[in-house]
């Protein structure tokens, strides 16, 4: 029998809202599988169908950077928010944009290698950490490129918690681009059309629907149909195209890009701190030094 330890049960409630005790059943029945877990929380109706949630505990800010053709979305962290508003680490961003972009490294570590004067990146952020009072560190980055004939469409939200890069094919209007990014930015899709989503994700989600429409004692002739229309709003809660628009609701998000006579070739959007956890609470010590307190 698998170990279900308080860190798992921890890690489920957070990722579906569901309760302690229901949690640790799930693990159980699925011998610590938190996957299967989920699946088993939301065949029984005791989770949201939902993305799972991501854990925002790390700070800092995202940075958009266009250059002719080529664009780049970064994302660095700091420890406060505070120090994310700082003028030396908005010039050490922007720096660190511009190096990035000119260079166009294969990863984080190969960028951290890269040299400005003779200074390599993670000496750079070093000596910004020392003079910051803070850690600092270079969590990801994005480059893009396009044609003449497209368009970038770039959105910082809240001065960058935030950050969406699109590549719109075969339209120059990057007016449309940013409000494409803007509804990425709100509606945080997972891909761009349902051509992306893979056949075993998408049985799995036809599983779990089913099992879900059979628990809730719908007669089996009805399920299947009524399966195939709760996935059409699976689609629509992860697939962009299939989203009406947040500056026009009455309108698919597919039917504004097709009015442009444009396509959605690729976007990626960062939320600051996303699936990042400051540190790991020791509930007992917590709880220890609470009693001693009072």
Do not use: C, D, Q, W
């Given at each position: 029998m698998a170990n279900i330890t308080a860190q798992l049960v921890k890690e489920l409630r957070e990722k579906t809202g569901a309760g302690m005790m229901d949690c640790k059943k799930a693990l159980v029945s699925t011998e610590g599988d938190i996957d299967a877990a989920i699946d088993f929380l939301r065949e029984k109706g005791l989770a949201a169908a939902g993305k799972k949630a991501d854990r925002i505990a790390a700070e800092g800010t995202t940075y958009i950077l266009e250059n002719g053709n080529e664009a780049i979305l970064l994302e660095v962290n700091a420890e406060t928010d505070f120090v994310a508003k700082n003028d030396k680490f908005q010039v050490l961003v922007a720096s660190l944009a511009e190096q990035l972009l000119a260079a166009k490294p294969e990863s984080v570590e190969a960028a951290l290698e890269l040299e400005k004067d003779g200074v390599k990146i993670v000496d750079q952020i070093s000596t910004a950490?020392?003079?910051?009072?803070?850690k600092i560190s270079l969590r990801r980055f994005e480059i893009k490129t396009k044609t003449d004939a497209d368009a970038?469409?770039?959105?910082?939200?809240?001065g960058g918690r935030?950050?969406?890069?699109v590549v719109l094919e075969g339209s120059t209007d990057a007016a449309a681009a940013k409000d494409i990014a803007m509804h990425i930015a709100a509606i945080?899709?997972?891909y761009i059309s349902r051509d992306e989503v893979s056949t075993d994700e998408v049985e799995r989600e036809?599983?779990?629907l089913t099992e879900q429409a059979l628990n809730e004692g719908k007669p089996e002739n009805i399920?299947?149909?009524m399966v195939?229309?709760?996935l059409g709003k699976y689609f629509e809660d992860v697939c962009l195209l299939d989203q009406a628009f947040v500056k026009n609701s009455d309108q698919k998000v597919r039917d504004f890009v097709n009015s442009l006579g444009a396509t959605v070739?690729?976007?990626t959007r960062y939320g600051v701190g996303e699936g990042i956890e400051k540190r790991e609470d020791n509930f007992a010590e917590e709880v220890m030094s609470q009693v001693k307190g009072n």
């Open positions: 950490t020392a003079t910051i009072g803070e970038f469409g770039s959105y910082l939200h809240m935030i950050g969406v890069l945080n899709p997972t036809r599983k779990v399920v299947a149909k195939e229309g709760r070739t690729s976007f």
